[in-house]
């Protein structure tokens, strides 16, 4: 509707040139003005997230359509925007408020915002702490910020930003040896992912952003195993460490835990997003051996799925990128790495493989190949029919499950679903309950795609077809 309005007023205006300065007539300006007062009154702390969410993409349209109005905006708005940032929990609401307030360049007391930010930093709530990353965003688009660090780049102060918080991370891990819960590392590093993510992709900052990089790389591996402690534990839901500072609550322990390892993970993905040449070949193989280490070891589901979150763009740029071969060799020599010690079941035996098939998921769908999709269901499949090893046999099934349901692979796994089916049904004469479990037959019915399910039910015989809904009917 403001698109057809837009387009209604800048036909009467009869000027293409004034699509950012466009004439409204009095009755659009009237029409627009009582939508901005409509709004505007919902932009309040009792309104539900979606008729936030409506209101803050119509403004944000508006500020597109008509930026003569979106100016003219009482002052009040930027309180209201501001409680949004702080106050409410969802993040898309927030990120929209933000990019608001950085539009409307409204310098307030940004200095006192920056220290109560930074103190938020050390909240163990991830509600308040989320809130004091986009406010350290909104304090680094300020003038006085710039006038502070001396340069004229929104880029330097950002950077800036960067190196503090690092430094606060770097004094962090010296003055404690295991997690602290007083002080927890998370904030931190989500605060350093938001600036990150707040940068514009271009080649110049790579220099302003190495030194910093090499320092995130540096502490990779201490966070890394300090979080390792409960994650990788048998139970990190009951897991209590005695080295944690600040807490006797093993929910609180975990929570730092596995939040840590979320944000690093997302932080060295945001990274790569940035601009990979960041990194060299070292750094490159060394962020992918970590997410390997956390993908094999870790068995909070939270944790390892967030990793694969972060893995799986990382993936894209190693296999996509043709301009640095050797990004492609790191992912090659992982995914023959990870599909031999399969097949040698050199991994860990849990109920669902923990986060091995997310491991192996994220090379074989970024890669987008056919002769990686080939490689690793012909691996996969003949370790799924070794009936020797019942470990290997429930793994690769596991993973198998994941690549069948994994929409980016698309019509590249049909050819491979014929063998995917005998061996799921060779799998309940097997004299072990993890192999002979209806679970990797039900996923396998469940996520085949939807147009063979479709010929199943429409082509195979109805006795046939009574006998796949009924496994136990094929022993």
Known sequence: MLLRLHQSCLKSSRSEKTAQNVDTSPPAEDFIQRLIEILLRSLTPTANCHRLYASLECITSLKEFFPLQIKALPVNITKHLLAIVDTNTYAKNQELALQLLISLRQDRQEFD??????????S?????????AYRIVLVSHSLSLRELFKTSSIDDVKASLLRTLSDKLKTRLRETSGL?????????LLCSRKIVESFEAKQDITSTLLPWVGEILT????????????LESECPEGNFVENCDGSSDPQAQLLCAWRASKELSLLLAAIFDLSPDLLDLNQTRAVVEFFSKVLISTVHRGAFEQAFAGFARICVHLWRDSSKQWRQKIAQDLLDEALDSICRYEFCATRRGAGVPFLVQALVSAAASSVQTKRAFEALLLAGANKESAGMRTQAYNILRALYANNTLGEEVCCYVESGLKIALQGFKSATWAVRSLLSWSSLMTDLPTSFNFFIRREMPPVFCSALSSPGSLA
């Open 113 to 122: 915002l920056l220290e109560e930010s930074f103190a938020d930093c050390d």
């Open 124 to 132: 163990i709530s991830p509600a308040r702490v989320a809130s004091a």
């Open 180 to 188: 602290s819960m007083t002080k927890p590392l998370f904030g931190l």
């Open 219 to 230: 502490m990779m591996d201490d966070i890394r195993t300090r979080t390792a402690t409960i």
